[in-house]
């Protein structure tokens, strides 16, 4: 690349003499000069030639001197590296340049020798700032977009080793989330435009903002539907209960999130949550064009069943065996095993619970009750009946009452 310099000095001889000294460089495409007689034509030639590298200046020049000039350059959002010339007796000129912010200085007469090594290590330096900036807008770049699906924390990690890192499509163990609400569809079609673009765009921010808060990733938002994933791209040794208390903080924000456009005479949707972990196939599948972070295989499946399987049970939250073992302390009940669609094993399935609700007597209930179901004891419907007249609100009692008044046995359920 020609590196493109303006020098800027009043004697009629310099360019002449300039021009014939690097005349082999000119040549070679190495450097191109262009000449001002004063910082005002100086600052002039500049705005028609934006892409000057560098400027060589004398200080002494009618009009605007160098320093003058220097100030001006240095105002400007794309700083010129600046060469100060000036006789060897003006000492006290050359260092007011020096923290004026000029990147180097020469004496008069000026060594033509010298001036070429001066110039040489400036252009490396521009060079360097250049290569500099590229990065840096580079990995500003990156980080915009990165920070569409990933917390904070883990964007700056990712544009700052490159976000090839990680990207490349592979096999690891995941949690998946899978969260939808309840009558959008009709939603869609009843609320006004305004209203649905705000309400939406609202709801999308917050729970992304929960998602990020356990440092999750947000592998896709499709309408009101959000898919997240957690140890992706990074390793998260305690995924499983990462993903436990995120789903409680979704259902928990979405709930306050309801009831303050229910304030506004709109009704919205209860959230619905799967929590599923396992293998799955992570990675880039946008290809060199498209940035597309996502998962697929039988977990994410299974966990897009698990939120759809609260329909049914009346829960708004359905956690695998798989993860609520995984998470340690895990506070639930349990639901029963689930025969969901394409899996050929029933899969365990429970409703985490708030510490609070865990250590009520309503659930140890439900706990006993659940048992004699699970042992097959007919005891269990008048079980249930019991706790369904005292808690008329526990949807997932009223569905297991419901079963076994239509003649259903034990904890295994088909849900289509």
Known sequence: MTATILVVDDE???????????????????????????????????????????????????????????ARLQEAEDKKSTIIVSAYGDMSNIRTAMNR????????????????????????????????????????????????????????????IGDSDGMEVHWREVAAIFTDITGFTSLVETAAPDVLGTLLGDYVG????????H?????????DAIHVLFNAPGDQPDYARRAIACAHDLDGWAQEFRLRWKEKGVSFGATRVGVHAGPALVGNFGGSRFFDYTAYGDTINTAARLEAANKFLG?????????????????????????????SEPLRAYEPLTAAAFESPATSQYSEAFARLEAGDPAAMPAFAALVGAHADDALASFHLKRLLNGAKGVRMQLE
């Open 315 to 343: 829960t708004r939250i359905c956690v695998s065996a798989v993860v609520a073992d995984g998470a340690g302390d895990f506070r639930g009940r349990p639901v029963g095993d689930l025969a969901l669609r394409g899996r």
């Open 12 to 70: 009629p001889d310099l360019e002449a003499l300039v021009l014939q000294k690097f005349r082999r460089q000119i040549r070679d495409g190495i450097v191109s000069f262009v000449f001002a007689h004063d910082g005002i034509e100086a600052l002039a030639s500049i705005e028609q030639n934006p892409h000057v590298d560098m400027v060589v200046s004398d200080i002494n020049m009618p009009r605007m001197d160098g320093l003058s000039l220097l």
């Open 101 to 160: 912010g000029a990147f180097d200085f020469l004496t008069k007469p000026i060594d033509f020798g010298d001036l070429e090594m001066t110039i040489d290590k400036t252009i490396r330096h521009v060079e360097m700032m250049r290569e500099a900036r590229r990065r840096q807008a580079e990995a500003e770049r990156a980080h915009a977009s990165l920070s569409r699906y990933f917390s904070p924390q883990i964007a700056s990690r990712l544009a700052a």
């Open 206 to 213: 917050g729970m992304t903002d929960v998602v990020f808060a």
């Open 215 to 223: 440092e999750g990733t947000v592998a896709k938002i499709i309408g």
